[in-house]
Every structure is written in C-alpha cells, then in structure tokens.
C-alpha cells in the first residue's frame, strides 16, 4: 500500500550515541515532515522539507539535523542522543494544495528510548 | 504565536451518548483543519478535514465536526459513542500566511467510554 515508511520501529541508545530515523514515502508528495510526541504535549514540529534540497526548522529543532536525500526520503539524524530525546517521532508527507485529495499521510512512528 | 487549544485533556462518555470534543485555534484568517485518532501505540488516521466549502464536514466512524469562523472552533462530534471509539484525539491545523509549514498540534484529548 501507498504511504510513510518509518525505520526503525523501535530503538534504545545509550546517552551520547548517534543515529539517523528513515522515513521514506511512495505519494510523490513534496513537502515532508518530522514531528516529535511526548505525553500530554501533543506532536511538535521538529523540521520539515518544502521540497528536495530545502529543509526548515520547525518548533523545536535543537539537536536534531536532517537530509531530503531525494523527492522520497528525509532522514533524522540525533548527533549525540540525550535522555530528553526520549519520544516517538513521526515524520509525515504531504500533497500539494492543487492536487487533489489535500492532506498530511503520517509513518506508523520509532519510538526511541535514549538511557 | 499560532496556537490550537483541546478543552480537556481526558472527555468521559457513557456508551450511547453524544461524543463532543472541543478544538480553538488563534488565527483570524481562516486556515485548514483536521481531526486524527490515535489507538495506543499506533500512528495517526485521519478522521476528517476542512479545507474550503461545506463547513460541516463528516468523517469516518461516523464523527463530523463543523467549522466555525466567528467562534474560531472546530469541534468534533458523535451521535453515540461506541467502546472502540475509546482512542486518543487531536485537532490539527494548518495555518496560513508566513512561517514554519505543517501542522501544528493541539496536545490531545484522551476519550473514556464507560460501558
């Protein structure tokens, strides 16, 4: 089926380690997001992509970095993971206003643990 | 700043009655709206949107909810609640005009229905 592909689905890192949050979607949308959610906070934007080769911070972008490898993917990237870091982060894609069904396809989430 | 505002962060509802779930936005300048329903450890499902037209927009599982310029609102509803509607619930909007794309969150409210 169409849609966001998120990988990993899970994932602990000790403090200070590195890794990078894939996400890829098949809608040949171009704006692409990643949002973070911790309890009672709702989702908050972290950075997103208008299109490929541009990238913007969203609300809360401090230790995080990404890449619009191509039209499809956007990665995350933690440089040096710390226990604040501890969420489930989606990423998201989303059709151009003239295309016809406009709207937000999410990823199924990585749940990061950072110990 | 641009905000989005659930009344209530847990809702109660006997099985049968009126689901109402309460959404504020702070924008005069009439943006785009939705509903997701998130079931526990899964990602997001759209419910509905409002983009432009009828300002009474119906979604899946029998929700709709009605946009309301004047009262900046839009709040979802549900004639009789049903067990597995039990799920977490956020309001989304896209705001129009300058700054960061994508959606901004409201922080959610956690449906209870009691049998």
């Known amino acids: 089926n169409a849609g966001v592909t998120q990988t990993p689905k899970f994932q602990v890192l000790k403090t200070g380690q590195s890794m990078t949050l894939q996400c890829a979607q098949d809608m040949n949308h171009n704006s692409m997001y990643w949002y973070r959610q911790d309890p009672g906070m709702g989702l908050r934007l972290i950075y997103y992509s208008a299109s490929e080769g541009t990238t913007d911070k969203g609300e809360v972008p401090n230790g995080y970095n990404v890449s619009r490898l191509n039209k499809r993917e956007f990665s995350l990237r933690l440089e040096s993971a710390a226990p604040s870091q501890t969420s489930v982060y989606f990423c998201?894609?989303?059709?151009?206003?003239?295309?016809?069904?406009?709207?937000?396809?999410f990823g199924s989430g990585t749940r990061l643990t950072v110990v | 700043a641009q905000s989005v505002t659930q009344l209530g962060s847990h809702v109660s509802v006997s099985e049968g009655a009126l689901v109402l779930l309460r959404c504020n936005y702070s924008s005069s300048v009439p943006p785009y709206l939705f509903w997701y329903v998130q079931y526990p450890n899964q990602g997001l499902q759209l419910l509905l949107k409002y983009t432009t037209g009828a300002t009474l927009v119906k979604g899946i599982n029998g929700f709709e909810a009605e946009f309301k310029k004047s009262e900046t609102s839009f709040h979802l509803t549900k004639p009789s609640a049903h067990m597995s509607d039990a799920a977490e619930y956020f309001c989304?909007?896209?705001?129009?005009?300058?700054?960061?794309?994508?959606?901004?969150f409201g922080k959610g409210t956690h449906l209870i229905i009691q049998p």
């Open positions: 998201a894609s989303r059709a151009r206003s003239g295309q016809g069904n406009y709207g937000y396809t």
């Open positions: 989304a909007v896209r705001f129009s005009g300058g700054g960061a794309d994508g959606l901004t």
